[in-house]
């Protein structure tokens, strides 16, 4: 999955020739409000309007300062899918001698209250996080902007300080990869979800290789429907969508192989979705997704598979036992 991309906005990095959407959003006055009435140090600042002038004279130093320069900074115009008409714009850079990064999102005026701020923040926060490998990002704005507190909060962004009415906020790598599991809709799938669990395990082939054979369509309708024997066991089999894909699920018993206990069967990540830290994360929030008298999550994992025992070890699992070939672990929760 291209991480930069939802059903409805995707980020798209100008050529030189489409900096007139730049120059046209700068220079509108809805859109530019927020600087209103602020001594800023923009070359082109405009303090009775907020407006920037962006003249084409300043165009190409500009884009050579902006483009292509990751993972020190990013700029990218928001794109309505449907259309491929530029709504936006976001950006990521580092400060000289900071170990952090400040960020922006601003959203045409004409195309404010649809949704766009929230996607564009989320899709910004993760190219920064999972593939420029950030491990902080800051920003600043009024504290009465309540809608952008809203999404930024809810994105991960904590309130650090406020100054004369400024809010400091800062996401680090941990409260972004929390934020965004909680964003992510966990439902129990069904027979329905039967294309989307296949599809799934398609992209890890490795773990079948550990436990054979090839995933079908019966093999994954007998993986939601079967459950031990014995009074008391509830099943679950949750998948973790983002925008519509599926691109986590877990195999869940309560109350097995003892009472209180939760036993996982099988928990695998999309392999598009991996070394982002979002499984170490699933894992992490586990807790919330069983009943309160659970105290501890025990597993299997097959003795030849390596990389599936060292993640367990990483999310704090650990050994207490061998039965034909398979590692028995455990964590308290």
């Known amino acids: 999955m291209n991480l930069m991309k939802t059903d409805r906005i995707y980020l798209h990095v100008p050529m030189y020739s489409e900096l007139y959407y730049r120059q046209k959003l700068l220079a509108d006055p809805q859109t530019m409000s927020y600087n209103k009435g602020y001594e800023l140090s923009f070359s082109g600042h405009n303090p009775d309007t907020g407006c920037v002038a962006f003249e084409k004279n300043e165009w190409a130093r500009w884009y050579d300062w902006w483009i292509d320069h990751e993972p020190e900074r990013f700029y990218a115009y928001v794109m309505r899918s449907e259309d491929n008409t530029p709504v936006g714009e976001v950006d990521i850079y580092r400060p000289e001698n900071s170990p952090f990064y400040e960020m922006g999102v601003v959203i045409e005026a004409c195309h404010r209250g649809k949704g766009y701020g929230l996607a564009a923040l989320k899709l910004l926060l993760a190219h920064a ?25 809810r994105c991960g962004f904590e309130k650090d300080s406020v100054d004369q009415g400024i809010a400091q906020m800062i996401c680090t790598r941990k409260s972004y990869l929390n934020s965004r599991v909680r964003m992510m809709e966990r439902k129990e799938l069904s027979a329905e979800d039967i294309p989307d669990v296949l599809e799934l395990y398609r992209t890890n082939p490795q773990y079948f290789v550990h436990c054979p054979p090839e995933a079908d369509e019966a093999s994954v309708s007998r993986d939601l429907s079967e459950k ?106």
């Open 228 to 333: 031990p024997e014995g009074s008391g066991i509830i099943k679950h089999f949750y998948g973790w969508y983002e925008d519509g894909r599926l691109c986590a699920l877990m195999d869940l018993l309560e109350n097995y192989p003892e009472k209180a206990k939760a036993w996982t069967g099988l928990f695998m990540v999309h392999s598009e979705y991996q070394r982002k830290g979002l499984g170490r994360t699933v894992i992490a929030q586990l807790k919330e997704t069983l009943s309160e008298e659970m105290d501890e999550v025990r597993l299997g994992c097959a003795e030849t598979n390596n990389a599936a025992l060292k993640f367990w070890q990483a999310c704090g699992f650990r050994k207490y036992g061998h039965r034909e070939g398979v590692i028995l672990m455990r964590k308290t929760l």
């Open 129 to 153: 996080f999972d593939d420029m490998h950030v491990q902080e990002v800051h920003n600043c704005f009024e504290e009465t902007r309540q809608a952008a507190m809203a999404i930024h909060q």
